[in-house]
């Protein structure tokens, strides 16, 4: 049977969270856009610039050697994170935008006009803006695949937007918005039926579900650190080995290349050869800490902890007179975006501020959806596995205070 989580020793390892905000106790409740980092993270980092550093792969002395040993061993936890076969099929990036546009880029010159790039409308800006590139660049054309009135993909659409002409579905495993989680192995299977490569998005879904690359089957998928209680500036694309072979660089310079002659330029092989320059090389480690401090937990131990905050906030909030719910499909993670008639999503969250309670106000990089759910921003609470009931409580006190004051 799963152990339930002790909360309060796991949040005794975020040092950051028993700070305070306006005179409040802080209740951190941003973390879809950014999580926080325990002792493990920080002391990883800090160690290792103390300790062992200086640039990788190219050195030949001791400090050189050891950094690269400790950046090799990040990407093998990554590896192993999300089960993919190899090593070589990690790439570190910058973060989840980074990765996609990797992609999209390294695919640019085999789109002719007319191919098609099938999305979903849920996608954050950094799982459509590159796409738009082909468009713009390229001709390629984007096709839209909507979502239920729950905020659940609409799979008979993606269906009928696929064709012998997609060459792309990039799609996200876990909204950033709705929280909906999407079928991931049934797109991969429905991508690939009409030879279309598929992406998926797991900046959200690395955090909150359990994934395996060979199981999903999937061409790409896309991590980023600062979500996973990991720093911020690195992330990591995952590429099937044959996929990644086929890809084009996305940038020149540094560990991607073989030779390189005044007429002439080879390329090194993947991993390394989506690597260009000096890499985000403390940030890596800290990731591989995050991986390892994240591993300890039992997975359903976190989800179930996870739904139980979320399920606590949403039936709070639901007693709210004029506030709607966006995102209620089954089996949706732990994100709760809202609003509340007569009331801006800015100004909620400037006064939930004052009582120290850090919600997100905004379009979340998701316009195509606002457009979709009419509203130009939504309010978001979303949680992490350092968050308390006594976190919701606080929470939901503030909003019932910011409501009255506005309203
Ligand atoms: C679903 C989703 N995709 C992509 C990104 C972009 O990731 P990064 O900030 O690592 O570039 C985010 C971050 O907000 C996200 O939530």
Not at 11 to 39: C, H, M, T, W
Not at 136 to 165: C, F, I, P, T, Y
Not at 298 to 308: G, L, N, P, Q, T
Request: aromatic share 6%; charged share 20%; hydrophobic share 45%.
């Amino acid at each position: 049977m799963t152990q339930p989580l002790d909360v309060l020793a796991i949040r005794a390892e975020f040092p950051i969270l028993s700070r305070e905000v306006n005179g409040k106790p802080l209740v951190y409740l941003d973390n879809a856009a950014s999580a926080q980092k325990p002792n493990a993270v920080i002391d990883a980092m800090s160690d290792q610039a103390r300790t062992a550093y200086a640039n990788v792969h190219r050195g030949i002395h001791t400090l050189a050697n050891e950094t690269t040993e400790a950046y090799e061993a990040a990407r093998e936890k990554v590896r192993a994170f999300i089960n993919a076969g190899s090593v070589n099929e990690i790439i570190f990036t910058k973060g989840g935008t980074e990765a996609i546009n990797l992609v999209a880029n390294g695919i640019a010159d085999e789109i002719q006009p007319g191919d098609e790039i099938v999305l979903s409308i849920m996608e954050h800006h950094s799982n459509i803006v590159p796409w738009h590139f082909l468009r713009e660049r390229h001709g390629a054309v984007l096709k839209w695949v909507e979502v239920d009135e729950a905020g659940a993909l609409d799979m008979a659409g993606l269906q009928a937007a696929l064709s012998e002409k997609t060459r792309m579905v990039a799609i996200t495993h876990m909204s950033n918005v709705l929280g909906t989680v999407t079928d991931a192995a049934e797109i991969a299977r429905m991508a690939h039926a009409v030879d279309a490569e598929v992406l998926f998005d797991g900046c959200q879904s690395g955090v909150h579900l359990d994934v395996d690359v060979q199981a999903l089957d999937c061409d790409y998928y896309v991590l980023t650190g600062h979500k996973i209680y990991g720093p911020s500036g690195i992330g990591a694309l995952y590429g099937k080995a044959d996929s990644l072979a086929k890809l084009r660089p996305f940038q020149g310079g540094g560990e991607m290349i073989e030779i390189v002659e005044r007429d002439r330029v080879t390329y090194n092989e993947a991993p390394h050869k989506f690597e260009a320059g000096t890499p985000p090389i403390l940030q890596a480690i800290g990731f591989g800490a995050a991986l390892d401090w994240f591993e300890q937990f039992d997975k359903d131990a976190v989800r179930a902890h996870e739904h139980a905050i979320y399920q606590q906030a949403y039936e709070g909030v639901r007693g709210i007179n004029g506030l709607r719910v966006h995102g209620t499909a089954a089996g949706k993670g732990a994100v709760l975006s809202f609003s509340v008639d007569g009331a801006h999503p800015h100004d909620l969250a400037q006064i939930l501020d004052r009582y120290g309670v850090a919600v997100r106000a905004g379009h979340h990089c998701a316009q195509p959806l606002m457009d979709h759910l009419g509203v130009s921003a939504t309010a978001r609470a979303s949680f992490a596995v350092y968050n308390s009931a006594a976190d919701v409580d606080a929470f939901i006190e503030a909003l019932h205070k910011a409501r009255g004051m506005l309203i």
